[in-house]
């Protein structure tokens, strides 16, 4: 053939392509190969670095050491990578005898110093091909990149042309490198290992044989795997080459992105044994990410919105830690810094301690990162010193207000962790709000505002607008896997299509495919609930038809019957089906409908463990606050006996198996070891993708996951993932004029006059209530002549009223986030709407029924209705639509009669039982129960046991029964799955009351 597909050919284009940027070809020959043999160094390029570079301090050593000072300061360098490791010793350099020697010199931010520039372009960069390592076999490395003699980066290569790929370079360095030779030895000579082929990337910084775990380096491809078409006569993974290896961009990742993570190893009682290390190369959509935006903030300097739609499980955490130093390190071109603190924003405890060991070993300085875990005034301190970075959470950062008053106005970088829709309401604009430089005579400019005679109260509303927006002197960098249309419009980057875009994206899709997080959609279990309510007075009262069947619902699903039979199907299913998963460390989680529900599992889980004997099963429930049942007070630190802080730690040791969770711990838990999850809740939307993706991260030993959702339809889970599974926009943006509609639909209530609005603006604007006791007063007197008027409004009224001036004051929260407009009238109104809401008297449609006492439960069973996969369809980007904020008249809530409420309900959630069916149900019981032998069996035995007496007794009560109705034994004795069922639901019954 006239082509040459060998993989020799696929070397020497990479080799002439490194080559044309910088690199050297070098041959190991003779006694260079031999000095590699033993030392894993290329000694020769070694000294020459050193002694073109730090001659004087060479010339010490040799007066120290005498005439054999090479092998001694190489055997102090090789002692010192063997301690300290290769990436500190890159950056730090080895001390040796009070000499300082550096291994490399990174690129100086500016031109400024000319030594340094002199120094940093000496370093040595040289690509060598075949590389044999060891006198004890023939093995070859395809081709090393060596840095003044250190290997610092290793590649096998693979052409599918000779039927060889990506998989078997993996399999390569997995099989034939053994990490007990010196040069593959952790953090001692090289960096990173990627395997190659011409269509795709994978590296690892580990080798550890069939442990050997490695990450995915792709660009993505249509938002799934892989890597595009490259542009140009090229191989799609050019990019390696020709442009993350490049002498500046290695440089770059060595000094300035890689670091080593150290974590505790624990015993199964929570004893820390030891330490794990990992050597955190960044990957490819990492690298891009933070490389992209901190390009665009060198050319746009400050005052831009940035959105960062990454998906969960893609280390979001380390992108941050980086994001955030070098944020922290940029320089305009006068050499002043661009922001004088970058705050970092987000409830995740593990990222104070990660960006802080992140940072220090980047830079080497204390006191770089300053985490606010006590009080504001803390924060204050922070920003006033200009603390570098400041790590502080959201429910935090309102309460600032106060304590900077008298701040500086300074420039501010913003990085939200998980930035969802409380990033585009008040907790946001209490941020701008400090941190803005804008004036008010810019605003003017900018807006155009003509208005040059503009009152005290006017002026300062403005202010108010122009600092809730977009301002000049803070840059928001939203980091998200769900970003809600609000979030894309507040953080957005405008594309040629009019529409806001995230800045960077790592999709779902990609993420899944790569085998990066796990699929949480691919075993899927579905439950329906059937049962029957009836109703237990004589009167038949009329009801919300609504509300009775929310509460009916709630009723059901508090039941302690509905409790304890779900308890069975999930503590059941784990121990079958999902502990001895993941060598045996397999957790669950069972998302509850809330907090009352969670309290009522917990009990339910304990004791169902405790009756079973069950002594390798411990439960932890998650729950906010105190919830009163029966008039017992419970909390979550009182049920588990330890404090709030202590969960997760706790949750990860061998001791505690299942979760029990009320909204905690569905977002931002990251927790690999939990493999199922159990839903007892109605999820859809961002909240089912946050949800469900708590399942999605790997760890070793876990290969798949597992979803028993006893509420939710798979249509409706699809439906809610499909927007996030590959990019994400918007179908078209906020239109503010919008807010004058509904002003328009406002007015006609005649609720409030100009006149009221301008005064309580004006005790607004003075300070509002907390200022003064005597503002309160008047502020309560105006507003209640617009109280007085809506009591005069039909019930119809008051409930339109209500729900378009709530959508007023939400939207125009919103709008402000987005877009830069200014009318005093719209802001006035919001103002005093947000006041008088609060003051409005509850409608009969706003009040809650209490029917718990009026009905029964009757029947109730759980039946399988799906199992499989939910298949996600790949449909490029999906386009989210924003929020709608129509206006509203009330939809009449229809009254009715319980008992029409119940039939419905029955009809909907029921089986084809009768009266008579439940009446003969009853009567078999009730003849057990009189069975002196049933009753002693029970007594005296474990339930375990007691069942086998049971199913032998319970067809001859069967039997006597007959006469009294035919047709429902007929189908005990005929339906094995209709006899199991009311077999075991009557043996639970019966059990249960003789033990009471």
Same mark, same amino acid.
């Given at each position: 053939?006239?082509?040459?597909?060998?993989?020799?050919?696929?070397?020497?284009?990479?080799?002439?392509?490194?080559?044309?940027?910088?690199?050297?070809?070098?041959?190991?020959?003779?006694?260079?190969?031999?000095?590699?043999?033993?030392?894993?160094?290329?000694?020769?390029?070694?000294?020459?670095?050193?002694?073109?570079?730090?001659?004087?301090?060479?010339?010490?050593?040799?007066?120290?050491?005498?005439?054999?000072?090479?092998?001694?300061?190489?055997?102090?360098?090789?002692?010192?990578?063997?301690?300290?490791?290769? /990436?500190? *010793?890159?950056?730090?350099?080895?001390?040796?005898?009070?000499?300082?020697?550096?291994?490399?010199?990174?690129?100086? %931010?500016?031109?400024?110093?000319?030594?340094?520039?002199?120094?940093?372009?000496?370093?040595?960069?040289?690509?060598?091909?075949?590389?044999?390592?060891?006198?004890?076999?023939?093995?070859?490395?395809?081709?090393?990149?060596?840095?003044?003699?250190?290997?610092?980066?290793?590649?096998?290569?693979?052409?599918?042309?000779?039927?060889?790929?990506?998989?078997?370079?993996?399999?390569?360095?997995?099989?034939?490198?053994?990490?007990?030779?010196?040069?593959?030895?952790?953090?001692?000579?090289?960096?990173?290992?990627? +395997?190659?082929?011409?269509?795709?990337?994978?590296?690892?910084?580990?080798?550890?044989?069939?442990?050997?775990?490695?990450?995915?380096? &792709?660009?993505?491809?249509?938002?799934?795997?892989?890597?595009?078409?490259?542009?140009?006569?090229?191989?799609?993974?050019?990019?390696?080459?020709?442009?993350?290896?490049?002498?500046?961009?290695?440089?770059?990742?060595?000094?300035?992105?890689?670091?080593?993570?150290?974590?505790?190893?624990?015993?199964?009682?929570?004893?820390?044994?030891?330490?794990?290390?990992?050597?955190?190369?960044?990957?490819?959509?990492?690298?891009?990410?933070?490389?992209?935006?901190?390009?665009?903030?060198?050319?746009?300097? /400050?005052?831009?919105?940035?959105?960062?739609?990454?998906?969960?499980?893609?280390?979001?955490?380390?992108?941050?830690?980086?994001?955030?130093?070098?944020?922290?390190?940029?320089?305009?071109?006068?050499?002043?810094?661009?922001?004088?603190?970058?705050?970092?924003?987000?409830?995740?405890?593990?990222?104070?301690?990660?960006?802080? $060991?992140?940072?220090?070993?980047?830079?080497?300085?204390?006191?770089?990162?300053?985490?606010?875990?006590?009080?504001?005034?803390?924060?204050?301190?922070?920003?006033?010193?200009?603390?570098?970075?400041?790590?502080?959470?959201?429910?935090?950062?309102?309460?600032?207000?106060?304590?900077?008053?008298?701040?500086?106005?300074?420039?501010?970088?913003?990085?939200?962790?998980?930035?969802?829709?409380?990033?585009?309401?008040?907790?946001?604009?209490?941020?701008? &709000?400090?941190?803005?430089?804008?004036?008010?005579?810019?605003?003017?400019?900018?807006?155009?505002?003509?208005?040059?005679?503009?009152?005290?109260?006017?002026?300062?509303? /403005?202010?108010?607008?122009?600092?809730?927006?977009?301002?000049?002197?803070?840059?928001?960098? +939203?980091?998200?896997?769900?970003?809600?249309?609000?979030?894309?419009?507040?953080?957005?980057?405008?594309?040629?299509?009019?529409?806001?875009?995230?800045?960077?994206?790592?999709?779902?899709?990609? +993420?899944?495919?790569?085998?990066?997080?796990?699929?949480?959609?691919?075993?899927?279990?579905?439950?329906?609930?059937?049962?029957?309510?009836?109703?237990?007075?004589?009167?038949?009262?009329?009801?919300?038809?609504?509300?009775?069947?929310?509460?009916?619902?709630?009723?059901?699903?508090?039941?302690?019957?509905?409790?304890?039979?779900?308890?069975?199907?999930?503590?059941?299913?784990?121990?079958?089906?999902?502990?001895?998963?993941?060598?045996?460390?397999?957790?669950?989680?069972?998302?509850?409908?809330?907090?009352?529900?969670?309290?009522?599992?917990?009990?339910?889980?304990?004791?169902?463990?405790?009756?079973?004997?069950?002594?390798?099963?411990?439960?932890?429930?998650?729950?906010?606050?105190?919830?009163?049942?029966?008039?017992?007070?419970?909390?979550?630190?009182?049920?588990?006996?330890?404090?709030?802080?202590?969960?997760?730690?706790? #949750?990860?040791?061998?001791?505690?198996?299942?979760?029990?969770?009320?909204?905690?711990?569905?977002?931002?838990?990251?927790?690999?070891?939990?493999?199922?999850?159990?839903?007892?809740?109605?999820?859809?939307?961002?909240?089912?993708?946050?949800?469900?993706?708590?399942?999605?991260?790997? *760890?070793?030993?876990?290969?798949?996951?597992?979803?028993? $959702?006893?509420?939710?339809?798979?249509?409706?889970?699809?439906?809610? #993932?499909?927007?996030?599974?590959?990019?994400?926009?918007?179908?078209?943006?906020?239109? %503010?004029?919008?807010?004058?509609?509904?002003?328009?639909?406002?007015?006609?209530?005649?609720?409030?006059?100009?006149?009221? /609005?301008?005064?309580?603006?004006?005790?607004?604007?003075?300070?509002?209530?907390?200022?003064?006791?005597?503002?309160?007063?008047?502020?309560?007197?105006?507003?209640?002549?617009?109280?007085?008027?809506?009591?005069?409004?039909?019930?119809?009224?008051?409930?339109?009223?209500?729900?378009?001036?709530?959508?007023?004051?939400?939207?125009?929260?919103?709008?402000?986030?987005?877009?830069? #407009?200014?009318?005093?009238?719209?802001?006035?109104?919001?103002?005093?709407?947000?006041?008088?809401?609060?003051?409005?008297?509850?409608?009969?449609?706003?009040?809650?029924?209490?029917?718990?006492?009026?009905?029964?439960?009757?029947?109730?069973?759980?039946?399988?209705?799906?199992?499989?996969?939910?298949?996600?369809?790949?449909?490029?980007?999906?386009?989210? $639509?924003?929020?709608?904020?129509?206006?509203?008249?009330?939809?009449?809530?229809?009254?009715?009669?319980?008992?029409?409420?119940?039939?419905?309900?029955?009809?909907?959630?029921?089986?084809?039982?009768?009266?008579?069916?439940?009446?003969?149900?009853?009567?078999?019981?009730?003849?057990?129960? &009189?069975?002196?032998?049933?009753?002693?069996? +029970?007594?005296?035995?474990?339930?375990?046991?007691?069942?086998?007496?049971?199913?032998?007794?319970?067809? $001859?009560?069967?039997?006597?029964?007959?006469?009294?109705?035919?047709?429902?034994?007929?189908?005990?004795?005929?339906?094995?799955?209709?006899?199991?069922?009311?077999?075991?639901?009557?043996?639970?019954?019966?059990?249960?009351?003789?033990?009471?």
């Amino acid at each position: 053939m006239a082509v040459d597909t060998s993989e020799k050919g696929f070397e020497t284009n990479i080799e002439l392509a490194l080559i044309g940027v910088g690199y050297k070809k070098r041959v190991l020959e003779d006694e260079a190969s031999k000095a590699f043999k033993e030392h894993a160094i290329d000694v020769e390029e070694l000294f020459a670095f050193l002694e073109d570079t730090q001659e004087k301090r060479m010339r010490t050593l040799e007066k120290s050491y005498g005439p054999s000072y090479k092998k001694e300061v190489l055997k102090r360098i090789k002692m010192q990578l063997h301690k300290q490791g290769l /990436v500190e *010793c890159l950056r730090k350099g080895i001390k040796d005898r009070g000499v300082t020697l550096q291994l490399a010199y990174n690129k100086p %931010p500016t031109d400024m110093n000319k030594t340094l520039n002199e120094q940093y372009a000496k370093n040595r960069f040289n690509v060598v091909r075949q590389v044999y390592y060891s006198d004890k076999h023939n093995n070859s490395l395809d081709m090393v990149l060596f840095l003044n003699g250190l290997p610092i980066v290793v590649m096998e290569l693979k052409n599918p042309l000779t039927n060889q790929t990506v998989e078997h370079a993996m399999k390569q360095l997995k099989k034939d490198r053994d990490p007990r030779e010196q040069l593959f030895k952790f953090n001692e000579r090289v960096a990173v290992y990627f +395997a190659v082929d011409p269509d795709e990337v994978f590296m690892t910084t580990k080798l550890a044989k069939e442990k050997t775990y490695f990450l995915p380096f &792709n660009k993505g491809n249509n938002g799934g795997k892989g890597n595009p078409l490259a542009y140009g006569d090229n191989y799609r993974t050019h990019y390696l080459w020709d442009e993350i290896l490049t002498p500046n961009s290695l440089l770059d990742i060595l000094y300035r992105f890689v670091f080593v993570k150290k974590d505790d190893i624990k015993d199964s009682n929570g004893e820390t044994i030891g330490e794990r290390q990992m050597l955190i190369f960044p990957r490819f959509h990492q690298l891009d990410a933070v490389r992209k935006l901190e390009a665009d903030v060198n050319e746009k300097q /400050v005052g831009q919105n940035y959105l960062i739609q990454h998906s969960a499980g893609s280390g979001k955490t380390n992108s941050i830690s980086w994001l955030a130093h070098r944020l922290a390190k940029l320089h305009n071109e006068n050499n002043e810094p661009i922001f004088s603190s970058v705050i970092v924003i987000t409830d995740r405890r593990v990222l104070d301690k990660q960006l802080q $060991d992140a940072v220090y070993q980047l830079e080497h300085k204390a006191g770089m990162v300053a985490p606010i875990d006590k009080d504001s005034e803390q924060l204050a301190r922070a920003l006033n010193n200009e603390t570098r970075i400041i790590i502080t959470t959201l429910q935090k950062f309102p309460f600032v207000l106060e304590k900077v008053a008298g701040l500086e106005r300074k420039k501010y970088a913003v990085i939200i962790d998980e930035a969802h829709s409380s990033q585009g309401g008040k907790a946001s604009t209490a941020l701008t &709000n400090v941190l803005s430089d804008k004036t008010l005579e810019a605003a003017y400019e900018e807006d155009r505002i003509a208005e040059e005679n503009l009152d005290d109260v006017d002026e300062k509303i /403005v202010e108010t607008i122009m600092k809730s927006g977009k301002q000049d002197n803070v840059s928001f960098f +939203a980091f998200t896997a769900t970003p809600k249309p609000k979030t894309l419009e507040k953080f957005g980057t405008m594309g040629a299509d009019g529409k806001p875009h995230a800045f960077h994206q790592y999709t779902m899709r990609q +993420a899944i495919e790569e085998g990066f997080i796990l699929d949480v959609l691919e075993n899927y279990t579905t439950y329906q609930t059937f049962w029957k309510i009836a109703k237990t007075v004589d009167d038949d009262p009329e009801v919300s038809k609504k509300q009775a069947t929310r509460k009916l619902a709630q009723y059901v699903s508090l039941h302690p019957h509905s409790i304890a039979q779900k308890t069975e199907i999930i503590m059941e299913h784990y121990r079958n089906f999902v502990q001895r998963k993941i060598g045996g460390r397999a957790k669950a989680m069972v998302v509850t409908a809330s907090r009352l529900h969670a309290v009522r599992y917990k009990i339910a889980f304990d004791k169902y463990i405790n009756e079973m004997g069950y002594e390798d099963l411990k439960t932890i429930v998650a729950f906010s606050g105190t919830v009163k049942d029966d008039e017992i007070n419970y909390t979550e630190p009182d049920m588990n006996d330890f404090s709030e802080k202590e969960l997760p730690e706790k #949750f990860n040791s061998d001791e505690y198996k299942v979760l029990l969770v009320a909204e905690k711990y569905q977002t931002g838990f990251d927790e690999p070891l939990l493999h199922t999850m159990y839903v007892d809740k109605p999820l859809s939307g961002i909240k089912a993708v946050q949800t469900l993706s708590r399942l999605n991260r790997m *760890c070793p030993g876990k290969e798949d996951t597992f979803v028993l $959702d006893f509420i939710n339809d798979p249509d409706v889970i699809k439906e809610s #993932f499909q927007p996030y599974y590959e990019s994400t926009s918007l179908s078209e943006v906020t239109d %503010p004029n919008i807010l004058y509609d509904m002003q328009a639909e406002i007015e006609p209530y005649q609720v409030f006059t100009d006149d009221e /609005v301008q005064r309580v603006n004006e005790i607004e604007v003075a300070g509002g209530v907390t200022k003064s006791t005597k503002a309160q007063t008047t502020l309560n007197a105006i507003l209640d002549k617009g109280v007085e008027r809506f009591k005069d409004l039909s019930e119809e009224e008051q409930f339109a009223f209500k729900q378009v001036a709530t959508k007023f004051t939400r939207t125009y929260g919103f709008v402000l986030q987005v877009v830069t #407009f200014i009318d005093l009238d719209l802001h006035k109104q919001y103002i005093y709407l947000t006041y008088l809401l609060r003051k409005l008297p509850r409608g009969k449609g706003d009040k809650d029924i209490y029917i718990a006492d009026d009905v029964a439960l009757e029947y109730y069973r759980n039946q399988k209705v799906f199992e499989g996969s939910i298949e996600l369809e790949k449909m490029g980007d999906a386009e989210l $639509d924003p929020q709608r904020h129509g206006g509203g008249g009330q939809q009449e809530d229809e009254k009715i009669r319980l008992s029409s409420i119940l039939d419905k309900l029955n009809d909907r959630f029921g089986t084809n039982f009768t009266e008579t069916d439940f009446l003969s149900r009853e009567q078999v019981k009730e003849d057990m129960l &009189n069975s002196e032998e049933v009753r002693q069996q +029970a007594q005296n035995n474990t339930k375990d046991n007691f069942k086998f007496a049971f199913e032998r007794s319970f067809m $001859d009560f069967v039997i006597d029964r007959m006469g009294s109705n035919q047709e429902f034994f007929m189908k005990i004795l005929e339906n094995e799955e209709f006899k199991t069922y009311i077999m075991q639901d009557m043996m639970d019954e019966v059990y249960g009351e003789v033990n009471r």
